[in-house]
Every structure is written in structure tokens, then in C-alpha cells.
């Protein structure tokens, strides 16, 4: 039987490979009816390919779907002038991985943004024309290893390797971004629909909470002392569950950082396959903070396939992680991912001794008993959310045994009446 908590070795993974194709089958039929108001627009939904699904799916991409292209169609195929917006802005989302695939098309425009810049979402570079070229329409072409781009009366021409980072570029046009990259996952930068979650949305859902609204600053290139706690942390994770580490190197693609202590960490279905989480200097959080945000990305996947719960949002219930209310989602979310950081200690405290994992692991074990409790008594399951809960609940029984045998005197249970 498949099972949903231990990672996926993403080998063949049905969940992550299903939830990727139904997103992108979705995209493919909005941008054939994009295309079809006229038949001289570029026709993106046929450049589409299979194959190249799970490379394509950039959490920017994600949000751009969710936030401008799908209501767009609230009330029916939008007009010729909308319709040429979005193919304008879908074309800076998949351009450079088509090309580096040898794919899309030969030519394509793309339009600066406020500060005269062009970001491509996992790109290491940006094409920066200057305020001056704010907004305007600028026309890449490819032609073998040369990449053509024309703003207005200026041409240039750049490498495409120099345009995707991979090699070192002279070229003034090219602002080089300070990611730091681990298996595949990229550490820092921003884009300007990440820009506008943080700077709007993001401060709204937390004000939402009852709390004073923040700002969320992100940290766009990482500072080479701070790389150390991002490559130790990725390091330790590979080492000590490596199937952890394969699973979230194939389905997560970017961490932003924050330059914030408003929050520790999140992941938000609007940037699927993004971890959003603020920089301390604690390799322990980090690595613990890095396994708790993995486990929110698999289990959005599970919600893309299958409700898991009938319970509505509007039924709210204690959390053992929050003082409000909350519904029974955010409740399951929280079993889910503090069942793996369960497994995480037990993994890590015979790898790596620290004085902390003991205590650590209690009262996580004792927050995990509650929210079976919370959901035995109150969540209403589909099939599908009932063999994950019965799972849940098979690892939470191996995991007190487990911890009761390494430490005798302390149980999960006593932490619950002592607190």
C-alpha cells in the first residue's frame, strides 16, 4: 500500500506526478482559449509537453494561474486585449526552460516591470534595462547559443548559458542574482508576484489572525556567511533521511527568505512548491523549520487529489499549535507535518546528539496525541483521509513506544496533564 507520511522516493511518485499533470492539463485548456481570440497569437498551449510538466511548474507560475489567468475567466473566455496580456506575461514564465529544452518558440515579447527588469522565475540572472525602458515591451529571440533582445531603438545580444546564469557574463544588461542552490532547491531572490504576496497579501492573512499587520522584506541574494546554515541544514537532511531530501529536492523548488521574526516559516497554496521562511542563525531551527514546510508542500499535494476532509471551513476547533480556533484543515496540516518531525528526532537524535531532542520530542509527541484526538472526535473523511489519519495514527503509536523505550520516565502523556 502506498504510503503518505514516510517520504515518496520519488521514483514513481503518482501523488506529484498526478497533482503536476492535472495542473498543467488545466493550463493548457486556458491558454488554448487565450489563443484561439486570434489566430496571429502565439499559440503557447501547443509548446506544452508533457515531459516537460514538472520542469515548468515553477511555484511563480503556480501563483500566476491562481491570481491572474484562472479569474480572468470568471465570466466567460476574456476579450482579444486581456487575452494578449496574459500570453505576454505567460511567455516570461516558461520561456528560458523551453529554450534550455530546446523547445518554444523562436521569438517572443515580454514586457519590464516597474524598475526596467526582466525575471525569469529560477533564472540566476535577470535582464535589467534600466528605469528608463519601465514597462516596455522587449522582444527576446534565440538563435542557437545567442540570445537577440531588442527594447525600443537598443539591441543586444547575450549567450543563452550567460542569460540562465551558467556561465559568467561581461554583459551590462545582466544582473546576476545571489541564490544559493541545494539538490535542485534555490535559496533567496524574489519576483515581482512575490513581491506583491509580501508586500500585500501576506501582511493581510497574518493581520487576518488578529495580529499587527507586518512587513515581510526578502533577503533577494544570500550573504556567503549565511549560506553556511542553508548547506549544513540541506547536508544534515540528506544525510540523515536521505529520502527527505530526494522527495523535497523533486517537489519543492524555492525558499524565499525573509528578513523578518514575524514568523518562522510557511508555505502558502498560491506558491506551490515555494517555502517562504525567515533566516536565523540556528542550524537546528533551520533544519527543523526546513522538514516542517516539506511536509505542508507533499500534504498541499494531497489536497490538490482528494479533499481528505468533508468537515467545512467554517467549523473551527482547538489546535495543539494555535491559540484560535481553527478548522479542521490547518488542524490535519499540523498532525501531518509534526508526525514527521516526530520521525525527524528519532532519525536525528541517534545520528546526531543534542541535548534538546528528548524534551523537543515530548512535547511534540504529546501535541500530536491531541490533534488525533481533536480529529478523531470531530473529522468527517473521505476514503482516501481515512487511510491517511489511520496511518497517522500507526506512526504516533510506533513513535511513543519508541520514545518511551529510549527514556523511561518521561512520556507524552504526562506532558499533556502537566500543561
Not at 545567442?146 to 546564469?165: H, K, N, P, Q
Not at 527527505?244 to 527568505?257: D, K, P
Request: proline content about 5%.
Amino acid at each position: 500500500m502506498f504510503k503518505f507520511v514516510q517520504p515518496s522516493e520519488m521514483k514513481n511518485d503518482f501523488v506529484y506526478t498526478l497533482m503536476v499533470k492535472r495542473r498543467m492539463e488545466k493550463l493548457k485548456h486556458h491558454l488554448q482559449a487565450c489563443a484561439e481570440q486570434d489566430a496571429g497569437l502565439l499559440r503557447w498551449d501547443s509548446m506544452l509537453r508533457e515531459e516537460h510538466y514538472r520542469m515548468l511548474l515553477h511555484p511563480v507560475l503556480v501563483n500566476w494561474m491562481d491570481t491572474r489567468l484562472f479569474p480572468a475567466f470568471q465570466g466567460g473566455i476574456p476579450e482579444k486585449p486581456v487575452s494578449e496580456r496574459l500570453l505576454e506575461e505567460f511567455a516570461r514564465l516558461v520561456l528560458i526552460p523551453l529554450w534550455r529544452h530546446e523547445d518554444g518558440p523562436d521569438a517572443a515579447v515580454l514586457r519590464t516591470d516597474a524598475e526596467g527588469v526582466v525575471y525569469f522565475p529560477g533564472c540566476a540572472t535577470a535582464v535589467d534595462l534600466g528605469v528608463e525602458a519601465k514597462h516596455m515591451r522587449v522582444t527576446f529571440a534565440k538563435t542557437g547559443d545567442t540570445v537577440w533582445i531588442a527594447a525600443g531603438e537598443r539591441r543586444c545580444e547575450v549567450g543563452f548559458s550567460e542569460l540562465t546564469g551558467e556561465k559568467k557574463t561581461d554583459a551590462s544588461i545582466l544582473r546576476r542574482l545571489g541564490f544559493y542552490e541545494h539538490g535542485g532547491i534555490q535559496f533567496g531572490g524574489s519576483d515581482p508576484l512575490v513581491e506583491v504576496f509580501l508586500e500585500r497579501e501576506l501582511p493581510e492573512i497574518i493581520q487576518s489572525y488578529g495580529k499587527e499587520k507586518p512587513s515581510f522584506p526578502a533577503i533577494r541574494s544570500v550573504p556567503l556567511a549565511d549560506i553556511w546554515y542553508y548547506e549544513k541544514a540541506m547536508d544534515l537532511i540528506k544525510t540523515v533521511w536521505p529520502q527527505m531530501y530526494r522527495e523535497a529536492s523533486a517537489h519543492v523548488r524555492t525558499v524565499y527568505l525573509l528578513d523578518t521574526q514575524e514568523i518562522g516559516a510557511l508555505t502558502h497554496n498560491l506558491f506551490q512548491g515555494a517555502i517562504f521562511m525567515s533566516h536565523r542563525s540556528d542550524l537546528m531551527w533551520t533544519t527543523e523549520n526546513l522538514i516542517h514546510e516539506f511536509g505542508h508542500a507533499r500534504l498541499d499535494q494531497l489536497f490538490e487529489l482528494d479533499d481528505l476532509l468533508l468537515n467545512g471551513p467554517d467549523e473551527r476547533y482547538p489546535s495543539p499549535w494555535r491559540e484560535d480556533l481553527r478548522p479542521l484543515k490547518g488542524v490535519l496540516h499540523g498532525l501531518f507535518v509534526f508526525v514527521r518531525i516526530g520521525l525527524w528526532y528519532e532519525l536525528v537524535e541517534a545520528a546526531v546528539p543534542h541535548a534538546d531532542i528528548s524534551s523537543r520530542r515530548q512535547r511534540v509527541l504529546a501535541q500530536i496525541g491531541q490533534a488525533l484526538d481533536i480529529l478523531s472526535q470531530h473529522a468527517r473523511w473521505t476514503a482516501f483521509g481515512e487511510q491517511l489519519f489511520s496511518e497517522l495514527s500507526e506512526q504516533y503509536d510506533r513513535l511513543v513506544s519508541a520514545a518511551a523505550a529510549s527514556n523511561p520516565t518521561s512520556s507524552p502523556e504526562g506532558e499533556i496533564a502537566a500543561g
